[in-house]
């Protein structure tokens, strides 16, 4: 095993492009978000909102028809496209091309959704991050993997790393197998815990930033959207899941202070992005 490499400070210095004062929101980057199903639009709420705070110029969501006025009214800044069904996602339909796709917050595992993934990977060639059940949709069609842009990233938490590449019996077990999957796959893993490491076929990163806080609902879908709108301001993928994961982690230690464990919630995760940005500046 390679040398692990932390994420700290000093490894993100070298990756962040500050803003330039001449920038436009349409050079800024239009992410879309893909996912949502009855009773888990919030996932997809909240996934929107952190991938606009991250400083994407434009994100749009595309999510069942239920979800509709959730989306408009919770999050006005964000547009929003919809399936044709009700509660579910059935056929993924675009009319415009975003730099980058964020796949699968609160997506379900209706048979239909299964099939609109198939049919959508076939033929996507936009820069990719999948969670949540997007994950676990892959994980049970391993031949659809074959489908994915090079260097998509996968942000599995523990059970839907499990689901993707099987038990382990050490963590040195779940290394090697989770490397053995990124290089076969050509693929991005964001191990998702405490800490999240991040594997790149060989290469190991280990998060510095991140506490007990982030243990709550929404903040997976959170860090999904923020590593999407960062791929779509033009960071390569790896980049993009560095700073991502860094300052994810970044606003629970920041707001550790103001909020304690146990109030801090995925809003708070978005709410601290901006001061995390500006500890980047210091
Ligand atoms: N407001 C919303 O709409 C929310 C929607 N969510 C969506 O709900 C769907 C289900 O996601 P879940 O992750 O809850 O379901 P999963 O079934 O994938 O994972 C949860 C299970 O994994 C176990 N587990 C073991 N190790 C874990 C670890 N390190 N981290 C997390 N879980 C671990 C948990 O105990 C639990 O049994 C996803 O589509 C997700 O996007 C959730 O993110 C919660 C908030
Ligand atoms: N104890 C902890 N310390 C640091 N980070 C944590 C801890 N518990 C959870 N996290 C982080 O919170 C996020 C949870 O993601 P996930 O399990 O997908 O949540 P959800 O699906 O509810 O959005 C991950 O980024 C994970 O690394
Ligand atoms: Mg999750």
Avoid at 89 to 101: E, G, H, R
Avoid at 185 to 210: C, F, H, S
Avoid at 235 to 254: F, K, R
Wanted: include cysteine; hydrophobic fraction near 45%.
């Amino acid at each position: 095993m390679k040398a692990v490499i932390p994420i700290d400070k000093t490894e993100i210095l070298k990756r962040y492009k500050p803003i330039n004062a001449h920038t436009h929101k349409g050079i800024q980057g239009h992410a879309l978000i893909i996912g949502g199903s009855y009773g888990k639009i919030g996932a997809m709420t909240l996934a929107s909102m952190a991938c606009l705070k991250t400083g994407c110029g434009l994100v749009t969501v595309f999510l069942p028809r239920c979800g509709y006025r959730v989306l408009q009214i919770a999050n006005p800044e964000v547009m929003v496209l919809t399936d044709i069904a009700v509660k579910y996602i059935s056929k993924i339909i675009l009319n415009f091309v975003p730099q980058a796709i964020g796949l699968g917050p609160g997506i379900g595992q209706d048979i239909e959704t299964h099939t609109a993934i198939h049919r959508f990977i076939k033929t996507n060639t936009v820069p990719l991050v999948i969670d949540a059940d997007g994950l676990n949709i892959m994980a049970q069609n391993k031949d659809w993997l074959t489908f994915l842009p090079k260097k998509t990233i996968f942000t599995p938490h523990q059970k839907e790393l499990e689901r993707l590449i099987g038990n382990w019996d050490s963590e040195a077990d779940k290394f090697k197998k989770t490397i053995a999957f990124s290089k076969q796959n050509n693929l991005i893993l964001v191990m998702k815990g405490a800490p999240t490491y991040i594997i790149d076929g060989d290469a190991i990163y280990k998060n510095t930033t991140g506490n007990a806080a982030l243990a709550t609902a929404g903040t997976g879908d959170v860090l999904t959207g923020m590593i999407t709108s960062l791929m779509a301001q033009s960071y390569e993928p790896i980049d993009a899941a560095i700073l991502g994961v860094y300052l994810h982690g970044l606003t629970a230690d920041i707001a550790l202070p103001e909020t304690g464990y146990q109030s801090f919630i995925a809003s708070d995760v978005i709410k601290y992005i901006g001061k995390a940005y500006l500890s980047l500046e210091k």
